[in-house]
């Protein structure tokens, strides 16, 4: 089983719509959450960085983590067509970072 | 200031070839993370660097890849006897200590093609 799974979608929404991204993992003693943003051939970048239960909220991203479930996921709204890339979710373990295969948003004008 | 670059952007090899691909981390960035990022995937951890040490490599696959980092700056990724298989897109990322919560500052990448 891997540390953590992803829908890779891709998923495709109209400009304005809120958008679900989610992801599972497998261990229960994984505290530190990432959610990173992915543009063609760049690097990934930071977007959210959670370590609780709970919400955490930067602008139109809320990042939200249930580990009774060992679910995590990253809601975005009023979804510009500038959100349109590969969003990967990443646990923290020591030292190594898990990612998630990462799921391709298209948000349509 | 100046982010994570690398070098070379793209390299095209043939099978059983020696590579060296390059990461020049943010100045004064003690913490340097290599992954790996194959099509339609996340990224691999590979190694990590605290200073000049390889403070975890156990995510190399096997003993083809190697890393240095000898003055804990720049790094260098080597993989002797490319395969096919190891054509990907190899990341690497810089934070200021390794801690925990730090950001991870990534770089372009890489894209490796082994003919």
Same mark, same amino acid.
Request: charged share 20%.
């Given at each position: 089983?891997?540390?953590?799974?992803?829908?890779?979608?891709?998923?495709?929404?109209?400009?304005?719509?809120?958008?679900?991204?989610?992801?599972?993992?497998?261990?229960?003693?994984?505290?530190?959450?990432?959610?990173?943003?992915?543009?063609?051939?760049?690097?990934?970048? *930071?977007?959210?960085?959670?370590?609780?239960?709970?919400?955490?909220?930067?602008?139109?991203?809320?990042?939200?983590?249930?580990?009774?479930?060992?679910?995590?996921?990253?809601?975005?709204?009023?979804?510009?067509?500038?959100?349109?890339?590969?969003?990967?979710?990443? #646990?923290?373990?020591?030292?190594?970072?898990?990612?998630?295969?990462? &799921?391709? *948003?298209?948000? #349509?004008? | 200031?100046?982010?994570?670059?690398? &070098?070379?952007?793209?390299?095209?090899?043939?099978?059983?070839?020696?590579?060296?691909?390059?990461?020049?981390? #943010?100045?004064?960035? &003690?913490?340097?993370?290599?992954?790996?990022?194959?099509?339609?995937?996340?990224?691999?951890?590979? #190694?990590?660097?605290?200073? &000049?040490?390889?403070?975890?490599?156990?995510?190399?696959?096997?003993?083809?890849?190697?890393?240095?980092?000898?003055?804990?700056?720049?790094?260098? *990724?080597?993989?002797?006897?490319?395969?096919?298989?190891?054509?990907?897109?190899? *990341?690497?990322?810089? +934070?200021?200590?390794? +801690?925990?919560?730090?950001?991870?500052?990534?770089?372009?990448?890489?894209?490796?093609?082994?003919?």
């Amino acid at each position: 089983q891997k540390e953590v799974e992803q829908d890779p979608g891709p998923l495709s929404v109209p400009e304005g719509a809120i958008v679900s991204l989610n992801c599972t993992y497998s261990n229960s003693a994984f505290q530190y959450f990432m959610w990173y943003r992915q543009y063609s051939r760049k690097g990934p970048e *930071l977007l959210m960085y959670t370590y609780s239960s709970g919400n955490k909220e930067d602008g139109r991203f809320t990042a939200q983590v249930d580990k009774s479930s060992k679910y995590i996921s990253l809601f975005i709204r009023d979804s510009q067509p500038s959100d349109s890339a590969t969003y990967l979710c990443a #646990i923290q373990a020591g030292n190594q970072f898990y990612f998630g295969t990462g &799921t391709s *948003l298209t948000v #349509i004008p | 200031g100046a982010g994570v670059s690398q &070098t070379p952007s793209n390299k095209v090899t043939e099978k059983g070839k020696y590579v060296e691909l390059r990461c020049d981390p #943010i100045s004064g960035h &003690t913490a340097l993370y290599w992954y790996r990022q194959s099509l339609g995937q996340g990224p691999e951890f590979l #190694i990590y660097f605290q200073g &000049t040490g390889a403070a975890d490599d156990s995510g190399l696959p096997n003993d083809r890849f190697f890393a240095v980092r000898p003055e804990g700056s720049v790094s260098t *990724l080597k993989i002797q006897r490319t395969e096919r298989g190891d054509s990907a897109v190899y *990341l690497c990322a810089s +934070s200021i200590s390794g +801690s925990r919560r730090e950001t991870q500052y990534f770089g372009p990448g890489t894209r490796l093609l082994v003919l």
